[in-house]
């Protein structure tokens, strides 16, 4: 009789010691089902930029991603910023799988031979991508709200930017927008499915497009896409 009280002591504290065990699913925490890609962006030196992109990073629940802005706002800087941080040295092991280097047109020299030395890298096998605007990264928020197609911004005496930035002014809602306004990515998030659907349309337009073509267009859509669809 004895033997059986104790048979049924021990099945009672194995049972209970198996109900106070955390699960397996309650010691999982988010972003254990599925292991997210370690993401470097790098980004020119300006505020609008990597402060809209970490809003977006922080917004997803992206902590694999890390965005940092180069020392120079220019696009053969930036892509040379970025292959330092990515590529690994004397055989050891690169800390991030993606590369994406993020600049803008605008008026700077080497804008093509940037994307062509990341071009070559790609070719090599290596997973670097070149987000670029023309004429800049305002383009892509004025696509929030309209598609916008002309070659205006390339003429007259004011920078092509500047063009751009007037005509966010006047087709938004956004008060005063400027190039280091903060919050941008909070002001224009509800209209982000506008925003990749028109950069889409115009891509298909001017995608093709010689690198010192001013059509407008840019490829942040390809970059926000990606990173909405990793969580």
């Known amino acids: 009789m004895g033997g059986v009280r104790s048979r049924e002591s021990s099945k009672k504290q194995n049972f209970s010691a198996l109900m106070s065990r955390p699960s397996r699913t309650s010691e999982r925490r988010p972003g254990d089902r599925r292991k997210l890609p370690r993401i470097l962006i790098v980004t020119e030196d300006d ?14 629940n992206l902590p694999s991603v890390v965005v940092e ?31 994406y280097c993020v600049f803008d047109r605008d008026e700077h020299d080497r804008f093509g031979d940037a994307i062509e030395r990341l071009k070559r890298i790609s070719n090599n096998g290596r997973s670097v991508y070149w987000i670029y605007s ?8 004025l696509l929030h709200f309209r598609q916008m197609g002309p070659l205006k911004y390339y003429t007259g005496s004011r920078s092509p930017c500047s063009g751009v930035v007037q005509d966010i002014e006047s087709e938004s809602h956004i008060d005063d927008y400027q190039r280091v306004k903060p919050n941008i990515y909070k002001e224009t998030k509800t209209n982000m499915d506008r925003a990749i659907s028109n950069a889409r349309t115009m891509w298909g337009q001017n995608g093709g497009r ?9 490829r942040m859509h390809k970059l926000v896409a990606y990173l909405r669809q990793i969580r």
């Open 47 to 60: 505020v609008t930029e990597p402060n809209y992109l970490d809003d977006l990073r922080q917004d997803e």
């Open 210 to 218: 010689r690198f010192d073509d001013p059509h407008p267009r840019t």
């Open 69 to 99: 802005p180069a020392p120079r706002s220019e696009p053969w800087s930036v892509v040379g910023y970025g292959l330092r941080k990515f590529l690994p040295s004397d055989g050891e092991e690169s800390e991030y799988e993606r590369l």
């Open 134 to 141: 023309i004429p800049c990264f305002e383009y892509w928020i």
